[in-house]
Structure formats: C-alpha cells, structure tokens
C-alpha cells in the first residue's frame, strides 16, 4: 500500500488557513473538518484548518507524518439503505504543540486570514485554572491558551476591528460559547492585560454557543486492514463517523454568509437560539435510549440494534417516540418527525454494536432529565398517562432490583442508589415499593405521587413484568 502523503493525491496550491482548531481527536476530524472540506468542494469556502494539541505534551506524529490527510469514512444505515462511503479529508494541515514550540503556537494568531476558531477539549476542557498565571509561559488550559493567542493577534494588528474572530466550540456543554467568553475575560483579569484588548475582544470577536451531534467511533480497528486494501493507501489516521449530522450554531445571520454549509448538503443552522434543538436531542435521542435500555433489557436484549429491530421493542420505542415523547413537545412537527426518523436509523446502524449496558450509567438522573419531562408534559396537555413511557419507568424500577427472570441486570449508579432500591426491594411490595420511589424528592426534585394517574400506571405495569417472570429468583 501507498504512504498517505500530499505529493502524490493534493494538486494546487495550499489553500488560506482560515480556522485554527484546538483539538486533534475523532470527533472534530470526522464532523467539523469532514464538513470544511466539503464546503471547499462545494461552496467555494476555500479554507484549510491547523490543528493545535490542547492537553499531550508528545508531538503529534501520527497526523503529521500523513501532511493532515486522512479519510472519513462513512458508515450507518439511511432512508432504509445501509451507507458505506469514503471521504479523503484534505483540508488540514497538521497539529502543532504548544508545549513544544509557543512562540510557534503564538505566531499563529498573526495570520491576517485566519477567521474561526474550533474546538472540542472534552466536557471538562473549558474551565479557569488559577495555576495558569503567566501568558508568556504555555499555559496548561485551553481557554488560557486562546486568551495568549487573541492578546498576541491584537498587539500584532494593534487592535485592528477587522482582525477579530468566530470561536466555535463544540464542547458538550451547555451555554458553551458564553461559558468560554467569561473564562477568557477572567484570565484578562489575572493577567493584568490593558483595557483596550478587553474591548476588543467584547466587541470585534464573536463567541458562539453551538450544540452538535454525530456519533464517531474513530479509528475502525476490526477492519482497518480490509479498508486500507480498498482505499490503496496506508492510513492509520482514518475515522470512522455515522451518516448523520447536525450542527446548530446560535450566532448572527450573517455568519451563514462567512461560513457556506449551504451548497454542501450539510445539517448546519444557525439560528438564535438553540434551546428547541437542544431539547428535540434530549427528548428524542436521549430520551428515546434512556426509555429503552430497562425495557429492552428486561426483554433479554443486550444491544440497541437488536433491540429496536425486535418486533415488539421495536414497537415500544416507535410508540413512545411519536405517540407520547413528540406530542409532548412544542416545537414544530415537522422539525420533529423527521429527526425521530433519524434516530431509528442511527438505533439500527449495523456498524455500532451499542449494548445497552453502557447507556445504563446513571439511568435514574437521565430518566429525570431525558424521559420524565415528556410524561409530565404529555400528562398536562392530554390528561392521561402516556403507556409507553410508563411501561419504561416500570421496567427502570425493576432494573435497579439487581436481577429480573434469571439474570443480573447491570446497574451503574451512586451507591446510595443502589443501597436504596436494594433494601426497598428486600421488603415493600409494588404499591409501597412505586409511592416510596416517586415520593423520593431527591430522585425527581417533586412528589411524583401527586401526579395524576402515575403511581397507579406505574404499579400496574410493574406486576406485569413480576408475573411475566419466570425465574423468581437470583442468578
């Protein structure tokens, strides 16, 4: 097989450097940078992007070694086809290290056509380290780092209005934009840096909250060899990303003008506020794999695919979705219904193999923020109890009594959560057993049990599961 390098695939000059991109993992390789690239292709973006290591200290040989090139390969199951196709991303340029070589890292911001700033540094990456408190010194956080690079391009251009910047994080964080912004400012404070930068970065830089959405296993190692055959090149950076995607981005209108998905068949919006779309992900996505992996697993299935390819889980969970989850809702249908068709497809990719073990950390505090809006919300607005999403909460208390029809069901919670259902299972029946747990106010943050019709629902379909078993005891 061929080394993967530009001399012998990339024709034409380099493009501009537009996006500098902070962070070099799956998720951003396979979404942000899959998409400049084929905004190149498509919308005339004309754009490369350099990659900036936010947290390694070792140089990052693998993505350099290959010039930044690496394929994106698609692989899921769409419109009731399964999709295989292959991508080779040529729009980066390589990572540089910030620990090995500042003075390098800092001249990046003094390129006149950098325009936006990506990043993805986990969940925990975007927090005020008080350590960090010189700006001359590689600073060890990421909203740290960004504060030297922008302080080092506003002394460069002296200010320049023009030279400011779009921040686009991808954290998977609420309010991620906003949340940076105030990091930034603090290190400013720390720092001591003059006003006018302040200003400047208040005025003349826009920080965007975003919510995005793509599951990338990353690098395929099952088949790596089989696919590097077929591509005839030897990539060891390759990514595997489902076909799905979406990118929201609350920000001005005219960023759709800067940033071209339009002409690229890409899911990207921006819009002014992402709260329905952060809420139709928690709902139907979220809410649909916390409603199912109890009632799945109660049922003996053990992975999401197998499971909503099961005639009678299958149903379940197309119930739930369009019967309760989505009439609870308030946003438009037509923004909903065919995002819940997605999210079948995505349950049904036969290259994830997701076991429902895994989505079952911490079920009780994602059952009250990802399922239990919709009941309470369906309840208020048709006055009954949705059957589905009861039958969900019933099979989720029968899952925390460890064991159901012969085998152990795996619990993965606090363990005072545990402690709790274990010693209620010892000694209530059904009826104390529901009135105990939905009474509990540090579960729900309320009394369930003042919910019309609940307890009684909940109870109904919990003797059901106990009756339906026939195994009685513990494995």
């Known amino acids: 097989m061929k080394p993967l390098v530009r001399k012998n695939i990339v024709n034409g000059e380099p493009r501009p450097i537009k996006i500098l991109q902070f962070g070099t993992g799956n998720f951003l390789r396979g979404f942000t940078d899959w998409m400049v690239d084929r905004m190149n292709e498509n919308s005339g973006f004309n754009a490369d992007i350099q990659m900036v290591q936010v947290h390694n200290r070792k140089p990052a040989r693998g993505i350099n070694e290959q010039e930044g090139l690496y394929h994106v390969l698609i692989r899921g199951y769409q419109n009731g086809k399964t999709v295989e196709t292959n991508r080779l991303i040529q729009c980066v340029r390589g990572a540089i290290n910030p620990y090995l070589d500042y003075s390098q ?24 380290e008080e350590n960090d408190k010189d700006w001359t010194i590689a600073p060890d956080s990421f909203p740290a780092k960004l504060t030297a690079l922008l302080y080092r391009r506003f002394e460069h251009f002296h200010g320049d209005s023009a030279k400011g910047l779009i921040i686009l994080p991808c954290e998977l964080i609420e309010d991620n934009g906003d ?23 208040v005025k003349h830089n826009v920080f965007c ?39 929201a981005i609350q920000g001005p209108e005219w960023l759709g003008d800067v940033f071209p998905t339009k002409n690229s068949n890409l899911d990207v919006r921006v819009v002014r506020d992402l709260a329905p779309f952060r809420t139709r992900k928690v709902r139907i996505l979220n809410g649909g794999h916390t409603a199912l992996v109890p009632f799945a697993y109660l049922k003996g299935q053990r992975f999401v695919r197998e499971a909503v390819e099961d005639t009678e889980t299958g149903e379940f969970l197309q119930k739930a979705i369009f019967e309760e989850i989505i009439p609870s809702m308030d ?49 208020n607005k048709e006055g009954r109890v949705p059957n589905n999403l009861a039958k969900s909460f019933a099979a989720l208390i029968v899952f925390y009594r460890g064991y159901y029809n012969g085998f152990e069901t795996p619990i993965k919670d606090k363990q005072e959560i545990i402690d709790y259902f274990n010693g209620l299972w010892k000694i209530k029946e059904p009826e104390g057993l529901v009135a105990d747990v939905l009474s509990k106010i540090d579960f729900w943050e309320q009394d369930l049990n003042l919910v019309q019709g609940l307890s009684t629902a909940v109870i109904a379909e919990i003797k059901n599961l106990l009756a339906s078993e026939t195994i009685k005891r513990k494995p």
């Open 209 to 247: 909250n975003t919510l995005v959405d793509r599951i990338v296993p990353g690098y395929p190692m099952e088949s790596a060899k089989a696919i590097q055959e077929s591509l005839g090149y030897q990539d060891e950076q390759m990514v595997m990303a489902e076909p799905f995607h979406f990118w």
């Open 105 to 128: 890292y800092l001249d990046l911001g003094l390129n006149p056509d950098l325009q936006f700033i990506f990043s993805n540094t986990t969940e925990a990456g975007i927090y005020f």
């Open 179 to 201: 949340k940076l912004k105030k990091i930034i400012l603090r290190y400013v404070e720390l720092w001591n840096l003059p006003g006018t930068f302040e200003d400047w970065l």
């Open 331 to 379: 946003l438009a249908r037509e923004e909903l219904i065919p995002f819940a068709n997605d999210v079948l497809d995505r349950f049904k990719n036969p290259f994830i193999k997701h076991q429902l073990k895994d989505i079952a950390l911490n079920s009780i505090s994602k059952f009250k923020v990802r399922v239990l809006p919709s009941i309470l919300e369906f309840i």
